[in-house]
C-alpha cells in the first residue's frame, strides 16, 4: 500500500510505502475470516441456548485440561515468534532463526496435539453427526485447525527464505500477522467450545 | 373414571402448569420453554454481529494512521538532518508493525 510523496525532497512526486503490500494483503484476509469465525461462534451460541441439556446426552465430555495445556503451547509459540519480530526490525537476523523454530514447533505441537484429541473423541462416540455438539466442535475447531496448518506452512517459508539469507519485511509480516490472528483465535474458540 | 378422581387430576395438572411450567413443557425433542434463552442469544449476537465489524475495520485504520504518522516523522526528520547539513539526508522509513 503507497502514499504520495511526502517524503525527503529527492523522493518528493514518487509514492513512498506505507506498508509493505504482502502484509497489508494478510490483513484484509485476516479481517474477513474473523468474520467468519464471528459467524461461526455466533451460530454456536443460538444453538447452544437452545439446547436443553449440554452437553447432549450420550456425548463425551471434551478434554478441558490437556487442550488448556495446548492452548498455552500456542500461546508460547506467540511469544517465541515476538522475539523473532523484535530481532527482525532491530536488523539482527541472526537471532531470528531460534525463536522462529521454536515457534514453528510449537505450532506443529499444537496442531499435531488437536489431531490426537480429536482421534480420542472419535473414538468415543463424538462424530460430525453425532450431535449438534460434534457439529459445530468438528466445523470450528476443524476451521481453526485448517488455518493453522496453512499459517504454519507460511511461517515455514518464512523460516527457510530466512535461513536463505533471502526474507523480506513483506512475507515476515504477512506470515507473522496470519500467525498471531490463529493464536489470537484460538482461546474465544476455547472459551465458547470448551468451557461450557 | 369417578368425577372426583378426574378433578383431582385435572387440579394436578393445572398446578404443574402454574408452578413448574419447564417440567409441564418438558419434551425430549423440542425446546419448548428456552424461547426466552433463544430471544436473548438471538438479540446479543446480532449486537456481537453489528459491532465485530465496526470492531475490525476500526482497528485496522487506527494501525494504518500509525503506520502513516510513523513514516511522515521520519520523512520530516530527515528532512531536518538534510537541512542541517547531515550527511545522510535519508532514513529509512520505520519498519515495525
Redesign the interface.
Known sequence: MTVPGAGPPETRGERDQLIPNGLFGMVLFVLAEGMFFAGLISAFEIMHSGAMVWPPPNQPRLPIEATAFNTLVLLVSAVFLQRAHKSFHRGERGKMLRPMILSLACGAFFVLFQGYEWVQLINEGLTLSSSALGSFFYLMVGMHALHAVGALGLLGYATYRLRGGWLTPSLFGAAEVFWFFVVGVWPVLYLVVYLR | MSNRFSRIVWLLIACSVLFAPGLAA?C?VC?TG?ED??R???E??TA??TV??FV??GG?FW??RG??RA??DS?VR??EL?EAGGSS??VE?P???
Open positions: 418438558a425430549s425446546t428456552k434463552d433463544t436473548i442469544a438471538f446479543l449476537m456481537f454481529m465485530i465489524p475490525l475495520v485496522a494501525w494504518l503506520r502513516l513514516v511522515e520523512h530527515a528532512r538534510a539526508s535519508h522509513a519498519q515495525s508493525h
